[in-house]
């Protein structure tokens, strides 16, 4: 069953140092690319978390947000009273230069950057939280993917929808092919006669143009490659592996099929069936871009 590209999943695991909260979210990308945000004390784990996301999600971009509330064992906030000094000292001057009156907030002086710290603790005690962290990845995972899955259900009952139409128009274009051409030929004579009256061309003359007519609009390997190609789609549609690039490669050969049909169609009839059958691959077209 087919996959759409996007989805949300949210996952939680606790441990000594704290809860891990891990949110994943994707959307729509041309290729694979997974981008962790996570706290400073965590940072050792990125690449095994990444290389963990890229195998359950293949295509799209994906972003994985991690949090620690409650992170004991992840660090100990620490004052640093000498800069801490420099601030209240830099503003004490300003104030007086200025003429102002009035404390200096311990808030503001807080507030500075690296005026307060959090010091990671040992390396052995970090070593101890990938089991936990990469549960609550994996939750968020399987959550991802239920998403993806049930979206991809409702591509996949549009798709079939869709197909039936492009049978349709097919079959029209199959069924009007070969009237073309006798529709030609008649219209041919018709029109000779109304030209020379009494007169007339040699039928071998007549039979020489409408084989040339025939040859032009001739759409038969036009018509054996576009249902070869449809039942690829539809074969690759039933795949459980990744297969968005796949279906777009078709849709672009599909559509190469459908425009030289356009070009040879000397008929009004099938025209309008190559105009309905473009719409129809675009809408199908756009909807691909959304699969994994």
Do not use: W
């Amino acid at each position: 069953m087919i996959k759409s590209m996007t989805g949300y999943g949210k996952g939680e695991a606790v441990h000594e140092a704290g809860r891990f909260i891990v949110e994943v979210r994707c959307v729509n990308h041309r290729y694979g690319e997974v981008t962790v945000k996570l706290p400073r004390a965590l940072m050792q784990f990125e690449n095994e978390i990444k290389k963990r996301v890229g195998e359950r999600l293949v295509r799209g971009k994906i972003d994985v947000f991690i949090q620690v509330e409650n992170a004991v064992a992840l660090g100990v906030p620490t004052p640093n009273l000498p800069l801490a000094r420099g601030y209240l000292k830099a503003y004490q001057t300003i104030g007086e230069a200025l003429g102002l009156s009035g404390q200096v907030d311990l808030s503001l002086i807080a507030a500075q950057r690296d005026v307060v710290t959090v010091a990671a603790e040992a390396e052995a005690t970090l070593e101890e939280i990938p089991q936990e962290l990469l549960a609550a990845v994996d939750d968020a995972l399987r959550r991802v993917d239920e998403m993806r899955l049930f979206e991809g259900e409702s591509l996949f009952g549009d798709f079939k929808k869709r197909r039936e139409t492009l049978d349709r128009l097919i079959g029209q274009v199959g069924e009007r092919a070969p009237l073309v051409v006798s529709e030609y030929a008649q219209r041919l004579k018709e029109r000779i006669a109304q030209l020379l009256g009494e007169g007339s061309l040699p039928e071998e003359r007549i039979a020489q143009e409408v084989a040339v007519m025939a040859d032009k609009c001739d759409v038969t390997e036009e018509l054996v490659r576009l249902g070869s190609h449809m039942r690829q789609f539809d074969e690759t549609l039933a795949q459980s592996e990744p297969v968005g690039r796949k279906l777009d490669f078709l849709l672009q050969e599909i559509n190469r099929e459908v425009n030289t049909i356009g070009s040879k169609a000397n008929d009004a009839q099938m025209a309008a069936c190559v105009v309905e059958l473009k719409a129809e691959l675009e809408k199908i077209r756009e909807q691909v871009q959304n699969i994994e």
